[in-house]
């Protein structure tokens, strides 16, 4: 089992800065890669930004490259998620979620943080 918890929304204003954080505990040795995904009322989950724990390959939803930015720190097990130049539209809540060696789909979740940007 590997548990998820995400950190860091809030509100923000537009143009503003946000970091996410979701720190990865559990049988962690068993995951490789994790990922960042967001639902906005009414919409679908949308995939933002992934980063596989072997080779360090990220990579990001449309449009998103550029002003959002997925990092890991490999001591803590934390994927973190840099977004700059945020906009209304990216108000949504937020998920993480791990993939493990064994599944070819994201396997486990976290709570989802909520991020809320005003105009």
């Known amino acids: 089992q590997v548990q998820l918890v995400e950190s860091g929304g809030g509100l923000v204003q537009a143009g503003g800065s946000l970091r996410l954080s979701c720190a990865a505990s559990g049988r962690t040795f068993n995951i490789n890669r994790m990922g960042w995904f967001r639902q906005a009322p009414g919409k679908e989950r949308e995939f933002v930004a992934s980063?596989?724990?072997?080779?360090?390959?990220?990579n990001y939803g449309n449009s998103l490259k550029g002003r959002f930015t997925v990092s890991r720190d490999n001591a803590k097990n934390t994927l973190s998620l840099q977004m700059d130049s945020l906009k209304s539209e990216d108000t949504a809540v937020y998920y993480c979620?791990?993939?493990?060696?064994?599944?070819?789909?994201?396997?486990?979740w976290g709570q989802g943080t909520q991020v809320t940007v005003s105009s």
């Open positions: 980063f596989d724990w072997i080779g360090g390959i990220t």
């Open positions: 979620a791990a993939r493990i060696t064994t599944q070819n789909e994201y396997t486990y």
